[in-house]
């Protein structure tokens, strides 16, 4: 019969609770900050975000992955040369989508005294490079790959 011993708590170095710490207390000072204002509103827009982020966006971004493997057959190791400038092309999008769709021209303009005109321009080079990137990435991995095989013999 094994024994049934506690599990042994393993805390790490003395620099790494030290960092811990620091950045509990960086948290708590930003949260202390931020609801300082209306901290209902804030309080509501963290819920809001985190529920539709659960029950909406999850399980649709894992659809669409589960569909894009499936459609890439014998190829599935290639996936992640599409995924992942995907994925930081639309996590770029859902964070600056106001100022993309220039929903938010007003306020920022306002703020900042500056215009929103490049964003989206910004946001598709960003996404032209990362897309060039991996798929430049993509090609020379392609090609070591097949200076590695042996020679074929007829």
Not at 80 to 109: K, M, T
Not at 125 to 131: C, E, G
């Amino acid at each position: 019969m094994p024994s049934l011993k506690p599990p042994r708590l393993v805390v790490g170095s003395p620099l790494q609770l030290l960092l811990l710490v620091c950045s509990f207390a960086l948290a708590g000072y930003a949260g202390v900050r931020l609801l300082a204002g209306d901290w209902f509103r804030v309080a509501l827009w963290f819920v809001g975000a985190a529920l539709i982020h659960d029950l909406v966006l999850l399980p649709l971004y894992s659809a669409v992955d589960r569909v894009f493997i499936g459609a890439a057959g014998r190829h599935r190791r290639r996936v992640g040369y599409v995924r992942v400038p995907a994925v930081l092309s639309g996590l770029l999008l859902l964070v600056w989508f106001p100022l993309i769709s220039g929903r938010a021209a007003g306020r920022y303009e306002s703020a900042t005294s500056l215009s929103v005109d490049g964003f989206l321009a910004r946001w598709l080079l960003i996404t032209a490079v990362l897309f060039g990137g991996s798929a430049l990435l993509l090609v020379l991995r392609l090609r070591r790959a097949t200076k590695e095989w042996p020679p074929v013999v007829h």
